[in-house]
Structure formats: C-alpha cells, structure tokens
C-alpha cells in the first residue's frame, strides 16, 4: 500500500508533462499554418479559401490527428490530464471580453442589441424544441440551442459548465459548429451580393448568422469593409449575452431537469455551483477594457487590446486542439443522426431570421465612413 501512494505521483507528474508538450507542439503548428498557408497561397486559384480557413479548423484537425496517433500508439489515456480543455477555453474567453467594448455596442443605436434579443430567442426555442422531438439529450440540446444562437463554440463551452455536460457532447458540438460555419464564410456574401443587399443588411445578416467570430470577420471582410464593421458589432453584441443564457441555463437544469421528484428546490448555493465562473471575468473584462480605451489615445488602446487578443488566440488554439484531442469517435456513434439534422435545421432558420431582421432594423442605415 505504501509503495503505490509512493510512486503514483511519480508516473503522473512525467505524463501530465508529455500530454502539455503534446498540446503546445499542435498549437504551434496550427498556428504557424494559419499564419503562412495564406501567403503560400496568395495568387493562385484557392487564395481566397486558403486565406478564409482560421486557426479553429488547423487546431481541431490537428487535434484529431495526434487524437487517432496518440490512440493507435496506445498513449492517449497516459497523456490525457495535459489535454486541459476547459482550463485553455475559459482562459481565452475572459481574455475575448476584452475585446468587447459595451460602448460601441450602446453606439449602435440598439438596432444590433434588439436583433440579437429576437434571434437568439427564436433560434434557440425553436432548437431545444426540434431537439426534444428527435429525442436527444437535455445537455446536448442545450449545447446545440446555445452555439447555433449566440456564437458557436464559446457559447457551447459556456452552455457546457451550466448544464454539466460531457466533453464528448461539447466535442460534438464544437465539430458540428465548424462544418457550417466554413461554407457560410463564402456562401453569405456571395448570396448578398446576388440580393443587391445594403452594407448594413448585408452585414448584420452575416454578424447575426455566422455562428464564430473568426468565420464572421472572414465573411464581412469578402462582402466589404461596410459590412464588416456592422458584423462586427453585430456578433459583439451576441456574444455579450453568453453569460444571460448561462444563467438560465443553469437555473434551468438545477430546478427543473435534475431536480429529483419530491426533493426540496436547490437553494442559491447549487445555482451558483453550476453558474460558469468565467463569464463573470468575461464580463469584468469587458468592463474593463471600455473604461480602459476611454481614457487613452485610440493607438495605445489599440497596441494593448491587441496583446489581448494575441494571447486570447493562443489559449483558444491550445483549447481548439485539446477538444481534438478528447474527441471520441464513440461519442459520434452514441448522438446519431439527429444532432446533425438539429443543427442543419436550425442553421437555415437562423439565416431566414437572420435576414429578414436585418433587413428590418438596418435597411436605410448607414455606415459611418472611415
């Protein structure tokens, strides 16, 4: 007995090392390809996906890659306490709050916060609801509602730590973010440019739509630098209002989903185990950062959000490869078919939605000139 409690500290530390050196040697490479490819590719025929595709798609596909290696070498269980998903995404998304500035979203007349309200409120209602009849589970439903309503994967993560679900479901979910994001970066300003759409219809369509902020500034820049800055503020204010559903969410399952039959109403105490603890420095940050770019000049408010932003990159690659590298095929098999048709469904809701409440609240609505 003496012996194990001896030496299991020893073999742990070494392979919780191993798994950390495993994520950091993924995330370089995704990030250097993320950097390059599109140099590499400038001027030739695939230039524009090429510069499209962002370092989400390199970090999770490499991920999956040193996933399938690490388990055919029958060295992913030894590694897996380095693969500290939830630690790398929390980080980054307090540090996203950053980069949020509550004035800017004030700014906007309310036009971007009134469309935000009513999408997110019907796409998500219509998602938990289309969920329910197909029979999928309560957390994966919440995931799904929450990423394809607000903005895609951080709104999962967030959904995640209310309802307590499993990593294979937010893996899942992450994955699924992904694969429609990427045609709508092309797909949205093509389909744009076909309606003859106003800068600002055109770019609160593709902020109010596109479920990552990557993908929406890569579609806003394509459509034009009109509607990229509505897109912008557009998905700001979206992703605000992550922490708003969090705690529903959290209220929800604690009183309602997991509540045993009979037994007394959670207190306070249990809501607030189950409330995501970041969104709280992503609000904090948010702050911050508005009352920060207020008091200096619009150059050194800038140089410091970009060092913000650089380091909220790098946790977000090093979160976008550990999700790769936790990802079960197993977990694929269990969801089935029903969480792809889910997403599908609401995918296209969202963009009718989308569109025509853009074109309600910004048609006539000009972009202020550079």
Not at 80 to 98: D, S
Not at 136 to 150: E, T
Not at 184 to 206: C, H, Q, R, T, Y
Request: hydrophobic share 55%.
């Amino acid at each position: 007995m003496t012996e194990t409690t001896t030496t299991r500290p020893a073999t742990r530390v070494p392979s919780f090392v191993l798994g950390v050196l495993v994520v950091l040697a993924l995330a370089w490479i995704s990030y250097y390809l993320s950097e390059h490819v599109p140099e590499w590719a400038e001027g030739g025929s695939w230039e524009d996906i090429a510069s499209a595709v962002e370092y989400p798609v390199y970090a999770i596909l490499f991920g999956l890659a040193g996933n399938a290696v690490l388990t055919a070498t029958g060295l992913r269980e030894q590694l897996a306490e380095g693969f500290r998903t939830e630690f790398f995404i929390k980080t980054g998304l307090v540090l996203l709050g950053a980069s949020i500035n509550l004035k800017l979203i004030v700014d906007a007349a309310g036009r971007s916060i009134l469309q935000a309200v009513l999408l997110i409120t019907i796409v998500f209602g219509f998602t938990w609801w289309l969920g329910g009849r197909l029979g999928l589970d309560q957390k994966l439903r919440a995931l799904l509602a929450s990423a394809v309503s607000i903005c895609g994967v951080s709104a999962a993560i967030a959904a995640a730590g209310a309802v307590q679900a499993r990593k294979e479901q937010l893996a899942y979910a992450a994955s699924l973010v992904i694969a429609f994001a990427l045609p709508s970066i092309f797909l949205l300003p093509w389909l744009a440019d076909v309606l003859n759409l106003e800068d600002a219809v055109a770019g609160a369509w593709i902020g109010g739509n596109i479920d990552t902020t990557a993908a929406v500034t890569a579609a806003g820049a394509i459509a034009g630098e009109g509607p990229l800055a509505i897109a912008s503020i557009v998905k700001v204010t979206q992703n605000a209002l992550i922490g708003v559903v969090a705690v529903a969410l959290a209220a929800y399952f604690a009183y309602r989903v997991e509540r045993t039959p009979g037994a007394p109403r959670p207190g306070l105490g249990e809501l607030w185990r189950r409330f995501p603890k970041f969104v709280l420095g992503f609000v904090a940050a948010s702050v911050i950062a508005t009352i920060y770019l207020q008091n200096v000049s619009e150059a050194t408010g800038d140089d410091a959000i970009g060092v913000v932003n650089d380091f909220r990159v790098w946790f977000l690659i090093l979160a976008f490869v550990s999700i790769g590298l936790e990802f079960r095929v197993s977990a694929l098999k269990q969801a089935g078919w029903q969480p792809i048709v889910v997403f599908g469904a609401a995918t296209v809701l969202n963009i009718l939605v989308a569109l025509g409440l853009a074109a309600l609240l910004f048609s006539g609505f000009e972009v202020p000139a550079d």
